[in-house]
């Protein structure tokens, strides 16, 4: 049984297929060096989010059955699923709270209850009672997202579909490879992504947990479908397009340095079953040729996906999330929150509560700085406004040009006009948060050691963070 927390473990090397190549943007660097990996469009709007919800919601629990990440394998009567209180406008309000910038919704989970309009087989909202089998979440939930200004995204699993016997990718519980109860699954999953990315306008991406097999591994066909209505969204996952990776847990953190960029494997193969991507799923690889950036997920509730009962006490401390937050989006990361929503159709109200406390601590840490800059080359200067004192850094490199920077030292012009080193590092990438020793200075200076070409920072700014929440 492959989940997110066990993938890194299961599988080997896959075989090349006849299957589209992940997109691909290069740009010429300076000083002869080769050519280096930058994001498309699509994925530097998906980094720019640093923080996005999942919310995880299914037949099973509208039903009131529970068991841990949603894995039963029983048909459940459709007409069970009647989510009274169902609301997308109050599950936003988690998001804004937080800060997010993009949400996605289990449009079908494990179960295989579809919570949109389809008639490609009878086991949706459709049967359901709830708004006399004429509702649909995901167009309430897209709908919801754009009135509160988030990017909206779907998850959609062809990994497992209970409805379907799909286990392990593949039909009959997993022994349906290359069967036609197979090829007849394969095309019903094609017909159910074509609805998905072509009726709800533009998506910031569409997740495939446990990332979804392609025709040469016996899957269904669809890149072709994803790139012809999605252009400028994120695809993740698969052994040929990985748009970002997973870090390798649901800890909502990752390890120091950790980069953008990720090795080609055997055939060109990439994603978390490939043998080159396991051993730097958390780090990433400095000299790696396809741009994949990380995405540090984590459950809002230790460790449920899923709502249930009396697991209020169970969310993450704000001293937990801001530790995430350090450790995922200070690290050059994506940080994904997984949001329950009840039995009725509702985010409980002491997760919104826990979610609008973080994301205050990070406007009064981050909301303004004591200064901050832009600038390009090895030595980028910063004058503060008057000697005072800081323990913060936030950098951030222009990724439009792929990350450059390879080692670094911020120094602090202290009385006597002494360059006092107040911090190192390695990957500044997307967004690096730093933390050193309160020290009063009149300015500071990135010195960059060591890059790749020359570096050009988007954004160079110090803090004062005091202490406590």
């Known amino acids: 049984m492959i989940t997110r927390r066990s993938f890194v473990k299961a599988g080997g090397t896959l075989l090349a297929g006849g299957a589209l190549r992940p997109r691909l943007s290069f740009g010429a660097d300076e000083g002869g060096n080769p050519p280096s990996p930058r994001p498309t469009p699509a994925q530097l709007a998906w980094q720019d989010c640093e923080i996005g919800l999942l919310y995880s919601f299914d037949l099973a629990i509208a039903a009131g059955i529970f068991s841990g990440n949603n894995t039963h394998r029983e048909r459940i009567d459709p007409a069970k699923y009647n989510p009274v209180k169902l609301d997308t406008d109050q599950w936003l309000e988690a998001a804004r709270a937080a800060g997010a910038k993009y949400a996605v919704f289990t449009a079908t989970h494990f179960n295989g209850f579809l919570q949109w309009q389809s008639d490609l087989y009878p ?30 995204g779907i998850y959609y699993s062809t990994h497992r579909n209970a409805y379907q016997t799909v286990w392990g990718h593949y039909a009959d519980w997993g022994r ?85 960029t990720m090795p080609k494997g055997e055939g060109g193969d990439v994603g978390h079953n490939c043998k080159a991507w396991k051993r730097c799923l958390g780090s990433g690889d400095p000299g790696g040729t396809v741009w994949s950036p990380g995405m540090a997920d984590a ?14 006490k169970s969310v993450h401390s704000l001293a937990g999330l801001m530790g995430m937050y350090y450790g995922s989006v200070g690290h050059n990361c994506n940080l994904l929150l997984g949001e329950v929503i009840t039995s009725q159709g509702l985010v409980p109200e002491h997760d919104i509560a826990r979610l609008a406390e973080f994301g205050k601590e990070v406007r009064r840490r981050f909301g303004k700085s004591v200064a901050e800059t832009t600038g390009a080359g090895n030595s980028i200067e910063l004058k503060l406004p008057q000697p005072q ?79 406590g929440f």
């Open 299 to 312: 459950p809002l509730r230790n460790h449920n996906w899923f709502w249930k009962p009396g697991q209020d």
């Open 389 to 467: 004192s800081i323990n913060h850094m936030i950098a951030m490199e222009d990724i439009a040009r792929g990350e450059r920077i390879r080692k670094y030292t911020l120094e602090g012009l202290v009385t006597g006009g002494v360059w006092k080193p107040l911090c190192t590092g390695e990957c500044i990438g997307h967004k690096r948060i730093q933390v050193f020793d309160p020290t009063e200075v009149a300015a500071v200076r990135l010195r960059v050691s060591k890059a790749m070409a020359t570096p050009q920072l988007r954004r160079l700014a110090v803090f004062d963070v005091a202490k």
């Open 176 to 260: 349906g490879r290359n069967t036609e109860k197979q090829k007849a699954y394969n095309r019903i999953a094609q017909g159910q992504l074509e609805e998905l990315c072509s009726r709800y306008g533009e998506l910031v991406q569409i997740w495939f947990d446990a990332g979804v097999k392609l025709p040469h591994e016996g899957g269904p066909d669809v890149l072709g479908i994803f790139e012809k209505h999605q252009p400028n969204s994120v695809f993740y996952h698969s052994s040929r397009r990985s748009d970002h990776r997973w870090v390798g847990n649901e800890v909502g953190r990752v390890r120091y340095p950790c980069w953008a």
């Open 123 to 152: 086991y949706g909202v459709k049967q359901a009672a709830w708004r006399n089998g004429k509702g649909d979440v995901v167009a309430d939930f897209v709908a919801s997202c754009r009135k509160a200004g988030i990017k909206p």
